[in-house]
């Protein structure tokens, strides 16, 4: 029998993610868009904040893998629950990807990515001027990408918690499930 709630570990991740995401897009949007004072800051934080999300998406995967999760309703077509699968393989993809490349990116500039506490991560390839900017674009590509299917995620947890009224976005969020109405139909 399929859980009802998706394990707490993996709700917990997901709201920690959530909100790191969110602040890293917003971080890094603020480090392109200023040259003052504060884009040292904004890099000592952004850089830093990449390691711990690509340590946390990587134990995600490996929770994700491990634990059963709840199932999709019933009633939802066949293209909703393929889009439902690939778009959680992308935002894993993207999640996984854009740390990864943005190390990548530094190492290339010849910058090392320092941590909390001055712990220095090793660089990933030599320095080359040419591989720097193509990871700079590659970065900024999946920052977009990533902007854009956390809202098509987001629309999706809408529609079922707002219109389909099912208990897809309950099940992540802990919340009490939806009670079906006498004659069968959602409240």
Do not use: C, N
């Not at 952004?46 to 490996?62: D, E, S």
């Not at 994700?64 to 909703?80: E, G, K, N, V, Y």
């Amino acid at each position: 029998m399929k859980p009802t709630y998706f394990p707490l570990s993996l709700r917990v991740l997901h709201w920690l993610m959530a909100v790191l995401v969110l602040a890293m897009l917003l971080i890094g949007l603020g480090m392109v868009a200023s040259v003052s004072p504060r884009h040292a800051t904004l890099i000592a934080i952004h850089k830093p904040l990449g390691a711990a999300l690509l340590v946390l998406v990587l134990l995600r995967i490996v929770v994700r893998l491990t634990h059963r999760i709840p199932a999709l309703p019933s009633d939802m077509s066949s293209w909703q629950r393929s889009a439902a699968h690939l778009s959680h393989l992308v935002l894993y993809g993207l999640l996984l990807a854009q740390p990864l490349v943005g190390w990548t990116m530094q190492s290339a500039g010849g910058y090392p990515v320092v941590l909390w506490g001055g712990f220095e991560l090793p660089a990933l390839v030599s320095p080359s001027v040419e591989l720097h900017a193509i990871l700079r674009s590659a970065h900024t590509v999946i920052a977009y990408a990533l902007l854009a299917t956390i809202l098509l995620h987001l629309a999706a947890a809408l529609f079922h918690g707002l219109i389909r009224r099912d208990e897809v976005l309950p099940s992540m969020t802990g919340a009490p499930m939806p009670r079906a109405s006498s004659s069968g139909e959602r409240p």
